[in-house]
């Protein structure tokens, strides 16, 4: 049974940092390209950023990039979710993800194990 098991969300002020961990089970980790969404109350959930099986290449949404930095840990099967520059709009549940597929799809519907998710607030 895969499980995925977020951590590391909490409160943080405006231009503060937080980093996300989601720790893998039940996969054979280092097959899987792994992602981060969050959803955001009334809105839907998107795609903040992915990396492929070895840790390359990588991909961030446009609202994230030069902020946030995914990495992963095929040692420990965790990937890690460095965000600096913490602004209000990025608070939301943050789920980690995983996929089979090797690529660079930003689609949730590609990844078919999902986390419970970790609240991330951002303060004014």
């Known amino acids: 049974q895969v499980q995925l098991v977020e951590s590391g969300g909490g409160l943080v002020q405006a231009g503060g940092s937080l980093r996300l961990s989601c720790a893998a089970s039940g996969l054979r980790f280092s097959g899987y390209r792994m992602g981060w969404f969050r959803q955001a109350p009334g809105k839907e959930r998107e795609f903040v950023a992915a990396?492929?099986?070895?840790?390359?290449?990588?991909y961030q949404s446009d609202s994230v990039k030069d902020r946030f930095t995914i990495s992963r840990d095929n040692a420990k099967n965790t990937v890690y979710l460095q965000m600096n520059s913490l602004k209000p709009e990025d608070t939301a549940v943050y789920h980690c993800?995983?996929?089979?597929?090797?690529?660079?799809?930003?689609?949730?519907?590609?990844?078919?194990?999902w986390g419970q998710g970790t609240q991330v607030t951002v303060s004014s």
């Open positions: 993800a995983a996929s089979s597929l090797y690529g660079s799809s930003r689609s949730e519907y590609d990844f078919p194990y």
């Open positions: 990396i492929n099986w070895s840790g390359g290449p990588t």
